[in-house]
T-cell receptor, first 116, second 120 residues
Framework: QKEVEQNSGPLSVPEGAIASLNCTYS??????FFWYRQYSGKSPELIMS????GDKEDGRFTAQLNKASQYVSLLIRDSQPSDSATYLC????????????????FGKGTKLSVIP | EAGVAQSPRYKIIEKRQSVAFWCNPI?????LYWYQQILGQGPKLLIQ????????DSQLPKDRFSAERLKGVDSTLKIQPAKLEDSAVYLC??????????????????FGPGTRLTVL
């Protein structure tokens, strides 16, 4: 069974600190990796995507991918109270044969709380 | 660019009643997904369409759930009859996709606001 694992938290960090969110996945053939932010009562919002090993930076967010360890992480620098949300890791575990189309498997999410 | 549209935003029904949800994806997006998200869980895929064809409905409870995307644009998800355990948020998402797989960014999925269903 293809799985994506996240620590459910809550993860509490003080304002201005670095928040580190981690995710592991079971399928070694996974192709694409995504982080979604979900505020309470809202739908998931795509904030980062990463496709190759290494780091990808976008503003205060850095996604890190290590395919050998089957591990992807999200770092949030200078955390703000507005970053308080649940962060969902989603993994594309390959192309559906014959369709050229992809599916995502989501983790349960990590709840982040940034304390002012 | 307009996002994914869904309606209604909220629905309360009694068990054994039927309910339908509507989704209009981002213009030009070939692939449409319906997810179920239970409180405290990540979204779980119910059905995936590419244009007007079903790509995967392996996790759709077909005895009570049905979905269609007749003209390859908007889609309807129906539950009949509803059970208490169907209480959840139903999310629609869409992606550009390409066949054969092209730019990786084509696979990014964007979600609508969701429909919160409460079954009493």
């Amino acid at each position: 069974q293809k799985e994506v694992e996240q620590n459910s938290g809550p993860l509490s960090v003080p304002e201005g600190a670095i928040a580190s969110l981690n995710c592991t996945y079971s399928d070694r053939g996974s192709q694409s990796f995504f982080w979604y932010r979900q505020y309470s009562g809202k739908s998931p919002e795509l904030i980062m995507s990463i496709y190759s090993n290494g780091d990808k930076e976008d503003g205060r967010f850095t996604a890190q991918l290590n395919k050998a360890s089957q591990y992807v992480s999200l770092l949030i620098r200078d955390s703000q109270p507005s970053d308080s949300a649940t962060y969902l890791c989603a993994v594309n575990m390959g192309v559906i044969s014959g369709a050229g189309s992809y599916q995502l498997t989501f983790g349960k999410g990590t709840k982040l709380s940034v304390i002012p | 660019e307009a996002g994914v549209a869904q309606s209604p935003r909220y629905k309360i029904i009694e068990k054994r009643q039927s309910v339908a949800f509507w989704c209009n994806p981002i213009s030009g997006h070939a692939t449409l997904y319906w997810y179920q998200q239970i409180l405290g869980q990540g979204p779980k895929l119910l059905i995936q369409f590419q244009n007007n064809g079903v790509v995967d409905d392996s996790q759709l409870p077909k005895d009570r759930f049905s979905a269609e995307r007749l003209k390859g644009v908007d889609s309807t998800l129906k539950i009949q009859p509803a059970k208490l355990e169907d209480s959840a948020v139903y999310l629609c998402a869409s992606s550009l996709d390409s066949t054969p797989p092209g730019l990786a960014s084509y696979n990014e999925q964007f979600f609508g606001p969701g429909t919160r269903l409460t079954v009493l």
